[in-house]
């Protein structure tokens, strides 16, 4: 049974474009799809994002928003812990 995990992301499809290229540096894909599949040991994590509206704090802070979706099919608990692990410090952004 695959595991589904949805983040709500702040960013937009550049920012994460650049952290998906750090993160799987020799993906042969499209780069212009909505949807990334990416062989992990016997299974596969399908990687889908959802660019949503700019998110409006106040008038000056705008957000950018995605819904990122993760579907990780075969993979084994530790193997989906490491992924995600892996995920997490990919797409980290810095902060203050």
Partial sequence: ??????????????EFIHSFKKFVPDY?????????ELPVDKGSVTIDIEVLPDRAITSLFI???ANVTLTMDGLSEDEEKHFLER??????????
Avoid: E, H, Y
């Fill in 63 to 65: 957000l950018p928003q």
């Fill in 28 to 36: 042969g894909g499209p780069m212009d799809a909505s949807s990334f």
């Fill in 1 to 14: 049974m695959a595991t589904k995990i949805v983040k709500l992301m702040s960013m937009s499809r550049n």
């Fill in 87 to 96: 995920f997490d410090i990919s797409f980290q952004r810095g902060g203050g």
